[in-house]
Nanobody, 125 residues
Framework: QAQLVESGGGLVQPGGSLRLSCADS????????MGWFRQAPGKEREFVAA?????????NYADSVKGRFAISRDNAKNTVYLQMNSLKPEDTAVYYC?????????????????WGQGTQVTVSS
């Protein structure tokens, strides 16, 4: 069973970059597809990016972050990353990572069985 802990959030100016990390303390990390979601105040949780299990050859992104964000995984470290570049104020949200017992990553939150506690990202000047 995955146990996920996110880190790397913080305050950044528009146009800046952050890298989020999500570490799994379990022993079966490579068997999970992983996803990143975010939730802004007063809004529903929305999909950001996902990566397939094992080697992570397949990724998918929300249109709003395509070309600016990149998801990757390091199975040796049981960690999935979200590199965020060219950040905008509308990227401000709590970011969550999640694990799914599937081969491909999904954009639907209900496909994920384990969630982290979230990390706050604030983009403001």
């Amino acid at each position: 069973q995955a146990q996920l802990v996110e880190s790397g959030g913080g305050l950044v100016q528009p146009g800046g970059s952050l890298r989020l990390s999500c570490a799994d303390s379990g022993s079966t990390f490579s068997r999970y597809a992983m996803g990143w979601f975010r939730q802004a105040p007063g809004k529903e949780r929305e999909f950001v990016a996902a990566i397939s299990w094992n080697t992570g050859n397949y990724t998918n992104y929300a249109d709003s972050v395509k070309g600016r964000f990149a998801i990757s995984r390091d199975n040796a470290k049981n960690t999935v990353y979200l590199q965020m570049n060219s950040l905008k104020p509308e990227d401000t949200a709590v970011y969550y990572c999640a694990a799914a017992n599937t081969i491909l990553g999904h954009s639907v939150p209900e496909r994920y069985h384990t969630w982290g506690q979230g990390t706050q990202v604030t983009v403001s000047s």
